[in-house]
């Protein structure tokens, strides 16, 4: 059965001060692993999609590398707007396969 | 691009009414959709998996005859909450996935809460 841990469960950062979280993840051969951001009352916005280990990729503030157990999303600098919940998803092989979900990383950037 | 909306944004009804969501994808076409529900501070949870032109997948423990789901076009899927009651009070988010090469994923929708009195 395909697994998704992230961590920490919650994580305060003051403006400016730079950190990561951490999704690990078991799956039967992995399709890609998803990145979303959640505000509260909102569907998830999609940030990345990531294939195969060591691959990366960067937006903005964020960057998202990829294991052949873990990613992680690096956050360079945080501002307060960077505040919401981080969501880490896999798809298993097979292009109709659900996403499985962790449980997310609840983000709040201070002044 | 990969934009995914949804219809209404929110809705109250009456105990024993049924409340339909509308999910459409516009800027790309979707075989497949998928519909969730969210609890406070919880994560997603799948309710079911909606193919175009076939019948609905649901997950283990999801009734079927309650959740009433059909993905009628390439953009548009509805799930049909029947006979709502309190306890299925929630918010609901559909989700399509975008599988044209270079933009793959799965896009969300904004959601839906529902509050049933």
């Known amino acids: 059965e395909d697994q998704v841990t992230q961590s920490p469960e919650a994580l305060r950062l003051q403006e400016g001060e730079s950190s990561s979280l951490n999704c690990s993840y078991t799956v039967s051969g992995l399709r890609g692993l998803f990145w979303y951001r959640q505000d509260p009352g909102k569907g998830p916005e999609f940030l990345f999609t990531?294939?195969?280990a060591g691959e990366e990729k960067e937006k903005e503030r964020l960057k998202a590398t990829l294991t052949k157990k873990e990613s992680f999303l690096h956050i360079t600098a945080p501002k307060p707007e960077d505040s919401a919940t981080y969501l880490c998803a896999v798809q298993a092989t097979g292009t109709a396969s659900k996403l499985t979900f962790g449980t997310g990383t609840r983000l709040q950037v201070t002044l | 691009g990969a934009v995914v909306s949804q219809h209404p944004s929110w809705v109250i009804c009456k105990s024993g009414t049924s409340v339909k969501i509308e999910c459409r994808s516009l800027d790309f076409q979707a075989t497949t959709m998928f519909w969730y529900r969210q609890f406070p501070k919880q994560s997603l949870m799948l309710m079911a998996t909606?193919?175009?032109?076939?019948?609905?997948?649901?997950e283990q423990g999801v009734e079927k005859d309650k959740f009433l789901i059909n993905h009628a076009s390439l953009t548009l899927s509805t799930l049909t909450v029947t006979s709502a009651h309190p306890e299925d009070s929630s918010f609901y988010i559909c989700?399509?996935?975008?599988?044209?090469?270079?933009?793959?994923?799965?896009?969300f929708g904004p959601g839906t809460r529902l509050t049933v009195l």
């Open positions: 989700s399509a996935r975008d599988t044209s090469g270079a933009s793959y994923g799965e896009f």
């Open positions: 990531l294939y195969s």
């Open positions: 909606s193919n175009e032109g076939s019948k609905a997948t649901y």
